[in-house]
Structures are given as structure tokens and as C-alpha cells.
């Protein structure tokens, strides 16, 4: 049972948008940053946004990333084949004092 | 350009232990966060641990603590975890990760991982 709930899988038509939301508490989403992961199968993670809304250079501004309470949302615009992954969410716990990240959602 | 590259992992005996190790480069190691992210076959993403840059500040999993101990030699460019009492359930891929800056839980850079088998 993860500390953040992601659905477990989304689908769209390429070209097409889609949203993945992260929920948390007060103690994660509501008081720190969120980033996302992008994950193919057999790979390592790769960071995807991060600070709720911000990208890492050579990320196309397809994707973006929003922060509102305690939830969390990741967009994909111009959907392509190759985003076809597995993708989570990810935060600090202030009370707990650990990482926590979404179950994943797996992207079709 | 960063690379994390992780070893020392394989297959031990339930109760057996295990040494990883992460040998970084392409960037100043003794300035960031590292930590150990671990993930199940067919199943999501666990934050295992996290050292800050000078060892101050370490934070384990519950699922972990008192079991694993994470380490780091910053005049070898390395970071370390040290598996103790292992159990079936600890059989993951084991990635290192760097922090991007200083906020927690904000992985930038990981290795390619390495698999970790508890079996008998």
C-alpha cells in the first residue's frame, strides 16, 4: 500500500492528452515538492519534473507538472508511442521522515 | 556527464548479508545527497535510505531499519549499503540515486541497478 495513490494505468490515442494524478496528505504533497518518474521496462528511472511544475533540461515541454493541496498531477501532451512507461510520483514525508512514491501508473 | 554504477549484488540465503556498493563520477560527490531506491520484480519504486553529503543526516524505510546501513566514503567517490538479516522480500533491483539539490526525495540521476536475490 503506497503512501501516495496513483490510478494504476491510463490510455490514449497518440496525439491526445492525458493526466495522471498523485494524491498524498498534508505531510507530503501538502508541505513538499513533488517530482515524476519515467520508467521503461528493464531501465532505471528517469527524473521527469521535479519541484511540482519544473523540468530538467532535454524534457520536452509536453510534459508538465502541477501541485494543488495534497494532490499532484502530471500532463502529457502530443501523446507519442514512445511515452508508452510506467510513471510515479514522488515526495518527502515531513512526519514520517522518509521518501515516498505513487504505486506507479503504467501509460498506454 | 554523472554515472552511478552499482555492485555487489546476487543471490544469498534468507538471514545472509550483502555489501552494494556505488561508484560515482562526473560531478563533485562530497557535494550532493546519494541515496538507495529499490524495486521488487514487477512492482513499483521503494526509497530504501539517504545520506546527506557530510553523513549528517541519514533516514531509513521502516521495512529496513535496523537491518541495512547506508554509508558513504567521499574520498572514494562511493556510496555503500550494508544488507544484514536478509529476507525474501528484499529480493529487488538496487539503484543508487543523486540528489538534484538539496530538497529530500528528489532523485536526478540513478545508476543501472543491481539485483539482489534472498532465496534458499
Known amino acids: 500500500q503506497s503512501v501516495l495513490t496513483q490510478p494504476p494505468s491510463v490510455s490514449a490515442a497518440p496525439g491526445q492528452k492525458v493526466t495522471i494524478s498523485c494524491s498524498g496528505s498534508?505531510?507530503?504533497?501538502?508541505?513538499?515538492?513533488v517530482s515524476w518518474y519515467q520508467q521503461f521496462p528493464g531501465t532505471a528511472p528517469k527524473l521527469l519534473i521535479y519541484?511540482?511544475?519544473k523540468r530538467p533540461s532535454g524534457i520536452p515541454d509536453r510534459f508538465s507538472g502541477s501541485q494543488s493541496g495534497t494532490s499532484a498531477t502530471l500532463g502529457i501532451t502530443g501523446l507519442q508511442t514512445g511515452d508508452e512507461a510506467e510513471y510515479y510520483c514522488g515526495t518527502w514525508d515531513s512526519s514520517l521522515s522518509v521518501a515516498v512514491f505513487g504505486g506507479g501508473t503504467k501509460l498506454t | 556527464e554523472v554515472q552511478l554504477v552499482e555492485s555487489g549484488g546476487g543471490l544469498v540465503k534468507p538471514g545472509g548479508s550483502l555489501r552494494l556498493s556505488c561508484a560515482a563520477s562526473g560531478f563533485t560527490f562530497s557535494a550532493y545527497n546519494m541515496n538507495w531506491v529499490r524495486q521488487a520484480p514487477g512492482k513499483g519504486l521503494e526509497w530504501v535510505s539517504s545520506i546527506s553529503s557530510s553523513s549528517s543526516y541519514i533516514y531509513y524505510a521502516d521495512s529496513v531499519k535496523g537491518r541495512f546501513t547506508i554509508s558513504r566514503d567521499n574520498a572514494k567517490n562511493s556510496l555503500y549499503l550494508q544488507m544484514n538479516s536478509l529476507r525474501a522480500e528484499d529480493t529487488a533491483v538496487y539503484y543508487c540515486?543523486?540528489?538534484?539539490?538539496?530538497?529530500?526525495?528528489?532523485?536526478?540521476?540513478w545508476g543501472q541497478g543491481t539485483l539482489v536475490t534472498v532465496s534458499s
Open positions: 540515486a543523486r540528489a538534484r539539490d538539496t530538497t529530500m526525495a528528489l532523485f536526478a540521476y
Open positions: 519541484a511540482n511544475n
Open positions: 498534508s505531510s507530503n504533497i501538502g508541505n513538499n515538492y
